[in-house]
């Protein structure tokens, strides 16, 4: 019998199973077992991968297909995580595991198969994910994690921090006579937080001794076991000889003895260490660089942590986001029209200020009617084949009021359209997009750039440049459409959210969406066309993340709105995934910017790094960016200050 833990019953339910062992040698992935002892309902499958059991993929559908898409080679190691997810309204699932089937590379050992057991559970609507457990007095898995867990949160918020030089022992000094290392190397210091019982810290003053002078003895310190390993790998534990300077008292110290506490359940919980004043001894070796950092922190916390400090606060303040703005100082933009309106209005979440200000670039786009440059920023792409992408904006589309003209002859060469109108359609101009379409058909339309307009009064001729996808989907919807006489033209929104694109060089990142129908990611010579399946609301703001990732070769975007139920969480309306063609570097080496549409936006970031489906509340939700680290442009639509400009005074 299953344990409990793998039974989902309601509605957006879900279970998560995972398998810390990973595929190795794998030479093809031949497809899946689960082993399921009862289903009923809707399930819906999906999986991820990870090169290294941190960093996971987005979640896509299971299927052999895209199971294919994995990396995997010779030597490569790839670890797999399975959501099964109820989708109907009434549904059960009782599962045991999930496993691939793999054909093997010749090895001489075989190791075991990976079976995925359970991870978490929880819902989809309901943020909170459940570990596994069942009742068993003897049986406190979940206990002891949530022990260690508390502790490593403790550790982490509320220690002290210091700097931590480990004292690695040679391995040719090896004694086994004497059982011990009689030589040792002091690595480089590695910032570590630690906890001092009761908050109790000796007194400053020295004690002279006959062996000279002393600190207040005892001291003692705590440091989590887990946040240990973290920082220093696992199974790493503190040892006698390890040294570090401790800026709370401004003291350089050694570790004397430690020990490990056990706890409940007589897991190991954390490590106890007494303390003695800092030696310099024969056998223990540091290198110049080492030793001039501890001579030197005698001199001052700031002297020595400096840098360091101001590294950590340039990455927390968001400089791009709190840096007053005016026509002189601005470190984001570069150009902004002069016609662009910002208006001042709160953008809110449940209460939470998403932004205080917005571009309203609609009526820019109505007065020119031209994808003009709206917004420069300083920011010049260059994005190595190495290096993710994502963007994140909030928008609000603003509506136009198309005239609809009436097509009376229409010829195609391949995907070149000459379309004739009895009347003239007005402000029609070269580079805006047209739409053809038929009364009655609504779910039917193919659509161009307009790349000729003759203008002439009694009879309007136009061409437009058909994009290949577009015009296959039209083409298999209705065929022959080249040839009707009652279709009808009007122009068609294209809304620009991003543009960085050299078209010289044809290589950079272009992000629009057209009518609220389709989404076009350009990215160097690919066009990704992505058919927006929700209705979007004139009325409504959304969030859209759109992350574009080179290590798993996958394109997705996200669109978001406000909850219902008024919570900070937000609704996922949209969703797409799909694997990329081409991965090459994407450098368009101009600057980034914004065209002139319908639209109104603000809360624009990008980033070099993906958001995962998990995050992704969260980043839309954040009014100031704290990894500024990570973050390329943050703009919230700030509006310039109009202050005069004062030079320095000689």
């Known amino acids: 019998m299953a344990d409990a833990y793998f039974i989902i019953e309601n509605k957006n339910d879900y279970v998560v199973l995972s398998s810390d062992v990973a ?13 399921i002892i009862q289903e009923e309902g809707d399930i819906k499958r999906e999986f991820r991968w990870s090169n290294d059991n941190d960093t996971y993929s987005q979640w896509t559908l299971l299927n052999l297909e895209n199971l294919k898409t994995i990396t995997i080679g010779k030597n490569t190691k790839v670890w797999i995580q399975f959501r099964y997810t109820i989708i109907s309204e009434e549904g059960n699932l009782l599962i045991n595991n999930v496993k691939l089937k793999t054909e093997l590379y010749e090895i001489d050992t075989a190791g075991a198969i990976p079976l995925a057991v359970g991870l978490e559970k929880g819902n989809l609507n309901y943020p909170l994910k459940i570990r596994a457990h069942t009742y068993n007095p003897y049986k406190q898995n979940s206990a002891i994690r949530l022990q260690k867990d508390l502790s490593f949160i403790v550790n982490n918020l509320y220690g002290h921090e210091v700097e931590y030089f480990r ?163 601005d470190p984001i933009r570069e150009f902004i029209d002069p016609d662009v309106l910002w208006r001042e209005e709160n953008w809110e979440n449940s209460y939470t200020t998403i932004s205080e200000f917005y571009y309203d670039l609609a009526d820019l786009y109505v007065k020119n009617m031209k994808y003009d440059t709206a917004i420069r920023y300083k920011h010049v792409e ?103 006489t009652t279709l009808k033209g009007q122009q068609i929104a294209r809304r620009n959210f991003f543009h960085s694109y050299n078209y010289n060089l044809n290589t950079g990142i272009i992000i629009d969406t057209f009518n609220s129908k389709w989404f ?95 995050k992704q509340s969260l980043w839309l939700n954040r009014n100031i960016v704290r990894d500024s680290n990570l973050v390329l442009i943050v703009d919230n639509a700030i509006p310039r200050m109009r202050l005069p400009y004062i030079g320095t005074a000689k």
């Open 23 to 35: 595929y190795e040698n794998v030479k093809n992935i031949l497809g899946y077992e689960e082993e």
């Open 167 to 329: 004292a690695t022992p040679q391995a040719r000094s090896r004694d086994v006579i004497l059982q011990e290392w009689t030589l040792y190397n002091v690595d480089d210091p590695v910032s570590l937080k630690v906890l001092v019982p009761d908050n109790q810290v000796p007194d400053n003053k020295f004690n002279m001794m006959f062996e000279g002078m002393q600190f207040e003895m005892p001291f003692e310190i705590h440091v989590d076991k887990r946040y240990f390993e973290y920082t220093f790998g696992r199974k790493a534990m503190p040892q006698k000889r390890d040294i570090l300077y401790m800026p709370l008292t401004n003291r350089v110290y050694e570790i004397n003895s430690s020990q490990p506490v056990r706890d409940f359940m007589n897991e190991i919980l954390y490590y106890k260490m007494d303390l003695k004043k800092y030696e310099p001894k024969p056998h223990v070796f540091t290198t110049d660089e080492t030793k001039e950092v501890l001579d030197e922190y005698t001199t001052g916390v700031k002297e020595i942590f400096g840098e360091e400090i101001t590294a950590e606060e340039k990455r927390i303040t968001a400089e791009q986001h709190t840096t007053e703005k005016s026509s002189v100082a």
């Open 382 to 484: 260059v994005w190595p084949e190495q290096q993710d992408r994502s963007y994140t904006a909030w928008f609000q589309e603003v509506p136009i009021s198309p005239i609809i003209k009436t097509a009376t002859k229409i010829t195609l060469d391949v995907n070149e359209a000459t379309i004739e109108f009895k009347y003239p359609i007005p402000k029609i101009k070269e580079s805006q997009w047209i739409e053809l379409f038929e009364n009655g058909r609504d779910n039917w339309s193919v659509f161009g750039q307009v790349t000729y307009v003759n203008y002439d009064p009694a009879k309007l001729t136009i061409k437009i440049d058909i994009p290949e996808y577009i015009k296959t989907i039209s083409d298999a919807g209705y065929p022959g459409w080249e040839n009707k």
């Open 520 to 614: 076009r990611i350009t990215l160097n010579n690919q066009e990704y066309w992505i058919p927006i399946n929700a209705i979007l609301d004139y009325e409504k703001t959304y969030g859209l993340i759109v992350n574009i990732s080179n290590k798993f070769k996958q394109l997705s975007v996200f669109i978001y709105t406000q909850n219902e139920e008024k919570t900070t969480t937000l609704d996922l309306i949209f969703k797409y995934v799909s694997n990329i063609d081409i991965v090459e570097e994407r450098s368009s080496n101009v600057k980034c910017e914004i065209k002139t549409s319908s639209i109104k936006i603000t809360a624009i970031r990008y980033l070099i790094e993906t958001i995962e489906e998990e």
